[in-house]
């Protein structure tokens, strides 16, 4: 079946650590895919995306997300995680197709310790 | 810039009533989404809107729910005869469509808590 699967349901970091959160997608051919952060409370707001092109896309706070075909994924890093990245992260995509909507992972809750 | 803004934040009604949400895209957008987050379901997709039609209505989860969209603008998703597993947080996105037909980046708004008693 057609997912998105963020394999880690809670990590725990602590300050200044580096930071993998991991992402996998079953679509046949290469969709569009983002990465969301939610911080309590809070809406939605897009960290990156990667459409096409080069496979290490940067995005704001300094994080960072590189697709790998041969491995199906698209994992988020940061080298250095700040107690402000204290949320959720949601991987989503959007499969080719034709389709728009978004389809998203569960999710992975990120706790920062100082 | 204004972002997408949703009306009201918050919304407790009793079971069995109707309730109408209200989502206000970027100015622009042509396509519009709804989405639901709720415990036990995550973060599921509703309805797209492109300009005033909904050519995908996949998700929404029975005949108690329909939305509109009028003039390529606001739009509203009602629910009828509400239940308690219709609690949930309902959140509105909207993006450019680009000359291909595809969406591009999805901006959120910041949702509508809907509790259900």
């Known amino acids: 079946a057609q997912s998105v699967t963020q394999p880690d349901i809670h990590i725990t970091v602590s300050e200044g650590a580096s930071l993998e959160l991991r992402c996998n997608y079953s679509?046949?051919?290469?969709?569009?895919l983002f990465w969301y952060v939610q911080s309590p409370g809070q809406g939605l707001q897009l960290l990156l995306k990667?459409?096409?092109?080069?496979?290490l896309v940067q995005g704001i706070k300094g994080f960072e997300a590189e697709f790998k075909r041969s491995q199906s994924s698209f994992n988020l890093r940061k080298p250095s995680v700040h107690w402000s990245d204290a949320a959720e992260y949601f991987c989503a995509v959007v499969p080719l197709r034709g389709y728009n909507k978004l389809i998203f992972g569960a999710g992975t809750r990120l706790a920062v310790h100082p | 810039g204004a972002g997408v803004s949703q009306s009201p934040s918050n919304k407790v009604t009793e079971k069995g009533k109707d309730v109408e949400l209200r989502c206000d895209p970027i100015?622009?957008?042509?396509?519009l989404y709804w989405y639901r987050q709720s415990l036990g379901q995550g973060l599921e997709f509703l309805i797209y809107f492109q300009g005033n039609s909904a050519p995908d209505k996949s998700g929404l989860p029975s005949d108690r729910f329909s939305a509109e969209r009028t003039g390529g603008s606001v739009s509203t998703l009602t629910i009828q005869r509400t239940q308690q597993e219709d609690s949930a947080v309902y959140l509105c996105?909207?993006?450019?469509?680009?000359?291909?037909?595809?969406?591009?980046?999805?901006?959120f708004g910041p949702g509508t808590r809907l509790t259900v008693l």
């Open positions: 679509y046949g051919a290469t969709p569009y």
């Open positions: 100015s622009g957008h042509t396509a």
């Open positions: 996105a909207s993006s450019i469509t680009t000359a291909g037909g595809r969406t591009d980046t999805q901006y």
């Open positions: 990667y459409f096409s092109g080069d496979t």
